[in-house]
């Protein structure tokens, strides 16, 4: 791909929490196009006339070719979607890491907004908003009816005014009102600390422009407290993915030069690549970041730790890793998005885009995670007694349209066996929540990177070659299946 192929934009993995790598394409016609289905044409032309006619009161036209045209784009699969007006803005702000508003990370479910992630450190954040609450109000205007986009401005608006969300958790079966004051959200992606003399962790939580230089400055930190640095854990846990050229930046500190670190293939001819550990494949001006990080790390042992909410550019670098057996992979299985969505621009509306999948994409060994995930090369739960929340996480393999595992294939089947440990693991927790009583908040996990942080004290005991507390109930799950923990 190289110069050949701009890496343009950022949004959320799909439906759920992952986040898409995306690619600048050049509007390709094919030498040999199909001719347009005409009576097809003819019905939708019908359908449209109709409706502008008959319905019971008078519909904006342009509504209802819009309408048309995101419902023809979001059939294809979770990850494709149109873009225009707000929604347009709010997908190329993602890419700065920089917005005004409350700091979530949203999906419509249902008619309302549900919460994707709280970005940490936001307003959101420390307001208490969790990964699956439902907002069913926004100041005083009913969530349910409003598209993304009008929910989106909403909640968005200028520096230190309030908003009055109120949240519907169904894990609590409770509702209440939660007052937030809106501030400029800089999504600060990188975060690293030295843990213990000789061990270092550092946190990505999402691929942003920033990211790679952000994560080069703190690898230099790093090795200014401990230059004799033994051993690092990269943490991607709940990384929904990004930007596919930072990926290949972040694997490139870690591999020696030109080393494969992902190839993807699609029926356009821009969409076959393979990128490699080179500046000409993640540098944005020409400058190489990572010329000034030092030369051992490429020898430090890593430990890369991963979940089921690792997604997409969170995916790559972990398989390119595990791949080139650079690194030990430990945590759960990832999210299994291995598709590459890429935004086109040519259309003739100003601030209009599709984001559509355009690819897959494989890890250096050839293999496609599609559906699947990246399997760990040691299984660890998120506590010493399992993985409470695992199966309350959505997965690729869970939402509706998502491809198939192999090329042509398309997967949109309910796993039964997935759904019922989903069931199994909801009860337990309103059970916990019911014996902690109702006023009591929902158990959460201990902070990444805390002395709490069950997975990261494994990942240390790894890199210092002790014992590790293997996962007694986790298995692989091929594509498709189900695991319950």
């Given at each position: ?170 894990s609590e079966n409770r509702t209440f009102p939660v007052s937030i004051v809106r501030e400029e959200i800089k999504t600060k992606s990188v975060r690293s600390k030295v843990v213990e003399p000789g061990y270092a ?92 990080i030092p030369a051992l790390i490429k020898n430090v042992p890593v430990v890369v730790l991963v979940n089921e909410g690792s997604a997409s550019a969170s995916e790559i670098v972990a398989g390119a890793l595990k ?163």
């Amino acid at each position: 791909m190289g110069s050949k192929l701009k890496v343009a934009g950022w949004v959320l993995a799909g439906a759920v929490a992952g986040a898409l790598a995306t690619m600048q394409l050049q509007a390709t016609a094919r030498s040999a196009m199909s001719p347009l289905p005409i009576e097809d044409m003819q019905q939708l032309a019908a359908v449209f006339d109709l409706v502008k006619r008959s319905y019971v009161e008078p519909v904006d036209e342009k509504k209802l070719i819009r309408d048309a045209i995101g419902g023809m784009v979001a059939g294809l699969d979770p990850h494709s979607a149109y873009f225009e007006g707000q929604a347009f803005k709010e997908f190329h702000e993602g890419i700065s890491g920089k917005f005004t508003g409350v700091g979530i990370q949203i999906e419509m479910e249902d008619g309302l907004v549900k919460v994707v992630s709280p970005i940490e450190g936001s307003p959101a954040f420390r307001a208490g908003l969790q990964t699956g609450d439902l907002i069913t109000r926004i100041d005083d205007t009913a969530v349910k009816g409003l598209t993304m986009d009008q929910a989106i401005k909403r909640m968005r608006g200028p520096s230190n005014t309030k908003v009055m969300l109120t949240i519907l958790r169904k894990s609590e079966n409770r509702t209440f009102p939660v007052s937030i004051v809106r501030e400029e959200i800089k999504t600060k992606s990188v975060r690293s600390k030295v843990v213990e003399p000789g061990y270092a962790w550092i946190r990505i939580n999402q691929f942003q422009e920033p990211t790679l230089r952000d994560f080069a400055e703190q690898l230099k930190d790093i090795f200014k407290q401990e230059p004799g640095l033994k051993g690092l854990v990269l943490d991607l846990r709940n990384d929904p993915g990004g930007l596919l050229d930072v990926a290949v930046g972040v694997s490139a500190a870690f591999l020696p030069r030109d080393a494969i670190v992902v190839t993807t293939n699609g029926q356009i001819a821009e969409s076959r690549s393979t990128l490699r550990a080179a500046p000409a494949y993640y540098s944005r001006d020409g400058n190489d970041v990572l010329a000034s990080i030092p030369a051992l790390i490429k020898n430090v042992p890593v430990v890369v730790l991963v979940n089921e909410g690792s997604a997409s550019a969170s995916e790559i670098v972990a398989g390119a890793l595990k791949d080139h057996k650079r690194a030990v992979i430990m945590g759960s299985q990832t999210f299994g998005k291995g598709s590459v969505q890429s935004e086109l621009t040519r259309l003739p509306m100003p601030n209009t885009s599709l984001k559509i999948t355009t690819a897959r994409y494989y890890t250096p060994s050839g293999q496609s995670i599609q559906a699947k995930g990246i399997v760990p090369d040691v299984l660890v739960d998120e506590t010493a007694e399992g993985s409470p929340f695992a199966a309350l996480r959505m997965r690729e393999a869970d939402l509706d349209r998502h491809l198939g595992a192999s090329s042509g294939a398309s997967d949109a089947k309910k796993d039964a066996a997935r759904e019922k440990a989903r069931e199994e693991a909801l009860r337990k927790l309103e059970e916990a929540n019911n014996a902690a009583g109702k006023d009591k908040a929902q158990p959460r996990l201990p902070e990444f990177g805390s002395n709490e942080d069950f997975q990261l004290q494994q990942a240390l005991n790894r890199l210092k070659g002790k014992s590790v507390q293997v996962s007694k109930t986790q298995v692989e799950r091929k594509a498709g299946e189900a695991t319950n923990n």
